[in-house]
Nanobody
Framework: QVQLVESGGGLVQAGGSLRLSCAAS????????IGWFRQAPGKEREGVSC????????YYADSVKGRFTISRDDANKMIYLQMSSLKPEDTAVYYC????????????????WGQGTQVTVAS
C-alpha cells in the first residue's frame, strides 16, 4: 500500500522553527520526485518546495526561499521540511507528496499525497 504520513506540525510563535517529517511506505522513494505543499483556508494548494529524485533539481517558492529547507533520506524513506523564521502567513495545512514522473512543483504533477499536518504561526 502506497502511503505518506506527515508529522511535526503544531503551534509556534513568529520567528520560530519547526521540522516537518513525512514517512513513505509501499514504494521505492529514491525513484520519485518529492514535494511539500501547503493550503491555507480559502486558498489553492501551493507548492512550497520540491526536489527531483537524486537531488537533480530543487525548487523553493519565493515566499520561503532562505527560510525553508527540503531534504530526503531515501534509505529510510523519509522526507523533511525544515522551516525557520516562520511568519503568520506560513499558517496552513502542509502536505507531502511524491510522484514517479513529476517535473514541476505544482499539485497536478503529483499523484501520491499524505493526509496533511497543521502548522499555525502566532504573531
Amino acid at each position: 500500500q502506497v502511503q505518506l504520513v506527515e508529522s511535526g506540525g503544531g503551534l509556534v510563535q513568529a520567528g520560530g522553527s519547526l521540522r516537518l517529517s513525512c514517512a513513505a511506505s509501499g514504494f521505492n522513494l529514491e525513484n520519485y520526485a518529492i514535494g511539500w505543499f501547503r493550503q491555507a483556508p480559502g486558498k489553492e494548494r501551493e507548492g512550497v518546495s520540491c526536489v527531483s529524485h537524486s537531488y537533480g533539481n530543487t525548487y523553493y517558492a519565493d515566499s520561503v526561499k532562505g527560510r525553508f529547507t527540503i531534504s530526503r533520506d531515501d534509505a529510510n524513506k523519509m522526507i523533511y521540511l525544515q522551516m525557520s523564521s516562520l511568519k503568520p502567513e506560513d499558517t496552513a495545512v502542509y502536505y507531502c507528496a511524491a510522484d514517479r514522473w513529476s517535473t514541476q512543483c505544482t499539485r497536478h504533477f503529483f499523484d501520491t499525497w499524505g493526509q496533511g499536518t497543521q502548522v499555525t504561526v502566532a504573531s
